[in-house]
């Protein structure tokens, strides 16, 4: 039987191993009781700054859920400091000072990313010597528009109407500062995939808040440069734009390997809008693993059979889990997925 | 010149009229300084349940703005005290008990709805006498899933996890409680048409957030009832799911005379989603008018050059106005509408 190992990164090519490969966005988080217990002792900043714990905390949904992949502990925001914003958690990301006019997006540095962040690569090569081949590691980032419209905001909003305001009264000052988010992801990303990293994810967990004209010119050049570079240092690709059905066919030109799908469209309806060529990750909606072990097994084989036709299939949810999921409803859904022979 | 009352009814029925009829979803609302006067005395809730003031403030975009409609001042949570449960808005609304259980639904009642909400009915009556036909008044109310999606929520949420555990773990038990909601709301919005409502729109905010199977089953045939039940009435409807282009082929089945499009999709492309045959309500982005005029301007002549071609279009956002929004730029949005000639 095949590794953890060789099925995602298989399945990343868009080959159909002996079963799924399987793993949770935000796996190592509040809902693991092991996590809680080393959140007592730091902060959550701290302990993505400090290696030795974060690549703990990384590798406790491989113990706990046995998933096929380890991602990097780390949060979308962690390069703002880089490019000389400050940072802290609210408990969500607050960045200060907010950049709202060109002199803001003119101070901000496109920095030597490695010198700043360097827990982050310490974090992978720590993660890489432990894991020692069982599954492979995942680093991520935020799509260069995601990053962008949270240096803008400042922090999480259900609008994001100072972004917008940004993209529509000065589009030229957005393309500015996606111009130096995009340089930095690129940077960001590339080292992971040097450090160790085996695959690189792009949250765009924003793209979907504007329209599809919009996402056309926000979002989406910025992410194919990304998505590029990393493709030239030789890792997948996998991209990820929340809620963004109304711009399925644009998403599908981003040059990823795998397209993450919510849980809004059938895998199915999601591969068809996404023209039918890609591996696909997802989609169970988070919240069915609120619920109780048979209906999470019931969903979670009903999204299997789902994903019966696609070019590869990476099971996941549909977004990341929730704090309050109960931890044996996590371990329904990746055994489910293990269980299952399609 | 046809005065705002023909121009808004005949779009409804899909008739082009010498020029696009315009009003703005929550336009008495605390961006008009009118209002935050008015607030100034009474709580959000006193203010719906005081007919005259409820009145007032109802009139008060028709001063300012001189919109071409005018809506009921009320919130879509107004039906859950007759129903038996508490509301308070903090400033969200917050529902007590929230319903969690079989019991729980068995527990509420289908109200005679004139009798437990007499103040909802008085407002539309003084709202008739006082606009004497200058516009027309349009009624409103949640769809039976949005409304049902509070009640077992308890308030807002980002995920709306409660109500999907139930709608996944227990959907005999939603499936109940839908009959409760709907049977509520026909009975609430046909009073409305009854006493005086020239129009009915049914916002279905939260029917976006789960698959289109999921719609299709839990939201889609209990609007379509409140729907019919308004059309055996005699007056037209608009429906209204937000985000919920994953869902546009079954949202077009609803059986409405206008559908709403949220401003993700541009109103061409929405249009073709839904099949072509429907007037169409929306667009514009409620954050462009967070910027200046100009940019105001620029981007509602977008919108209304993307309407071109529909069979009818009434001008509006894609959303609520925001309360932050600045006076002038909501003007300068009803003024661009008021002066194009397509």
Known sequence: MESGSDLFLRACRGERGSRTPVWLMRQAGRYLPDYREVRKQVDFLTLCRTPELAAQVSLQPIERLGVDAAILFSDILVPAPAMGLSLDFNPG??????????????????????????????????????????????????????????????????????????????????????????????????????????????????????????????????????????????????????????????????????????????????????????????????????????TVRRHTLAMLEDAAGLPGHIANLGHGILPETPLDNAIAFVETVKGYRG
Chains 1, 2 share one sequence.
């Open 93 to 294: 990301p607050v960045v200060d000072p907010p950049v709202r006019s060109a002199d803001d997006v003119d101070r901000l540095a496109v920095p030597e990313i490695e010198a700043e962040v360097p827990f982050v690569y310490e974090t992978i090569r720590i993660l890489r010597r432990e894991l020692a081949g069982r599954v492979p590691l995942i680093g991520f980032a935020a799509a260069p528009f995601t990053l962008a419209a949270y240096l803008v905001e400042g922090e999480g909003s259900r609008t994001f109407g100072q972004w917008k305001r940004m993209l529509y009264a000065a589009p030229e000052i957005a393309h500015r500062l996606l111009d130096k988010t995009t340089q930095t992801t690129i940077r960001y990303v590339t080292s992971q995939v040097r450090a160790g990293a085996q695959a690189i994810q792009l949250f765009d967990t924003w793209g979907g808040l504007v329209s599809a004209r919009d996402y056309e010119e926000f979002s989406l050049p910025y992410a194919k440069q990304v998505l590029s570079a990393v493709r030239e240092e030789g890792a997948p690709t996998i991209y990820f734009a929340l809620d963004a059905a109304h711009a399925a066919a644009a998403v599908a030109t981003c040059g990823a390997d795998v397209l993450g799908a919510d849980w809004r469209t059938g895998l199915d309806e999601a591969s068809r809008a996404f023209g039918g060529t890609f591996a696909l990750q997802g989609n169970l909606d988070p919240c069915v693993l609120l619920s109780d072990a048979a």
